[in-house]
């Protein structure tokens, strides 16, 4: 079934009859080439591209629980490309090109609005900063335009710009940046695999993973064991649970990001807008809803909700930056488990287990990786050959110190991302 | 959460600062190697359930608890100064 306006139309005047399931619900086959653990975002985009670029079609994606229920499902949808250091600029506008494309490779609507990103700055090393980031956005081949306040302001007029404590000076506007519908991304990649060939197997959790000889084998599940050639570990928030069952530890910890949605009003927000002194963005959905969100909760979490001190913090930077969402009301607020890395920066690498590859530390950020991650990942899964634009996110670099991607620049520690 | 601090009582969590794994009291010696700085610095156990991990009582006495809490739940069992818990 090909999606077209077309098709659109005719089914709305023929009572809607016509649509079909998106993908198979198959069995799991007791082997495959290739076994996805995860059915997130990434997990699917790498099952996608194994069997798009590669050919490699014998693949099951393996979900503990519903296609799209974890992180991709959960978060505020932002996509941009305005990374300031070697290794992950090259990757993230990697992934925008991709993202530029999605809809028609996909022949699917993922509702991709390049509406452009603003982060704001409030004071002069700041603007420095953001100077320096976007000359390196604007060599990286990404667009970036350096605003003044008046700038900003004829952007987005409803700021408090005389703030007290943080003033609006002006900001970093990323043109190509903008929003996608999080939920379609998942479904687009998802069919996109099945038709391929690719089994998308849900309810189906892993609970263990046979390695023989410092080789992988297969993995036990809920639904019975699965021997595989090769064996991906995409499960975002659950890497260190999973990992376990190969006996890895993971410089990584699990922590919960909260979000919240308002009732649905009119246009109003045009952009996205970032307000990194006060830890909160915002976005305004096409139903209308204003999405929003801030930092972690900072402490280790598997909670799938968070706690009201964050919650706190976030109304009040809101209220801080744009006094006026002050008579939205909340509709719904949700977290989700965040897999954070010691340099906030993700990885994407073999294992020390042949045949066992490990994709993970999307910290808050992963959503706008997803076709990057799936393409670069299923690269290295089908090549054994890391993709050019991914060749930074090595699981060593902690151990060795070298080559450690801290984008924020605060050190690369657990508890300072 | 409401983390109970053995010298100022029951306190809201906003008066805390979170540090992690408690792992962070079992500092290696100098010259133990990188597999064992690895281990201190990044690896961590990161369960899902009970943990122990070290918070520190900025707003408060100051002092540096070994707090033991379950990371489903939010549930919080105890805490006792750093000083003073096994490592
Ligand atoms: C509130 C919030 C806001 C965010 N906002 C943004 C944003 O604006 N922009 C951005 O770029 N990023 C954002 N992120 C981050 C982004 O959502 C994640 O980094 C990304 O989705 C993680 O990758 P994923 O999609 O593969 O994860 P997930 O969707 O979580 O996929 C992992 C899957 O693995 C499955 N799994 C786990 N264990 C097992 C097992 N043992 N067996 C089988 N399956 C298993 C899980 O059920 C899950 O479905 C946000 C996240 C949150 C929570
Ligand atoms: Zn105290």
Redesign the pocket.
Known sequence: MRFSGLRVLWEGLTGNRGWEPHWRDPAPKSEYDVVI???????LSTAYYLAREHGITNVAV????YL????????????RANYGLPGNSEFYSHSLKLWEGLEQELNYNVMMSQRGVLNLFHSDGQRDAFARRGNAMVNQGDDAILLDREGVRRLVPYLDFDNARFPVHGGLFHPRGGTARHDAVAWGYARGADRRGVDLIQN???TGIDIENGRVRGVQTTRGAIRAGKVGI?????SS??AAMAGMRLPIESHV???FVTEGLKPVIDHVVTFGMGHFYISQSDKGGLVF?GDIDMYASYAARGNLPAVEHVMEAGMTLMPMIGKARVLRSW??I?DMSPDGSPIIDRTDVEGLYLNCG?????????PASGHCFAHLMATDRYHEAATGFRLDRFRTGYGIIDEEGTGAQHNLH | MRIPCPICGERDRREFYYKGAAVALDRPGPDAGEAAWDAYVYLRENPAGRTRELWYHEGGCGAWLVVTRDTVSHEIFGAELAGEADV
């Open positions: 653990i995860g059915g997130g975002g990434h997990g393996l979900e503990k629980g799209g229920g974890g992180n991709v499902g959960r978060n505020t949808t932002i996509v189906c959790e892993v995409v499960v975002a928030g659950r649970q999973v990001l909260q979000a969100g977290g989700g965040m999307w910290n808050y950020g992963g959503f706008k990786a997803v």
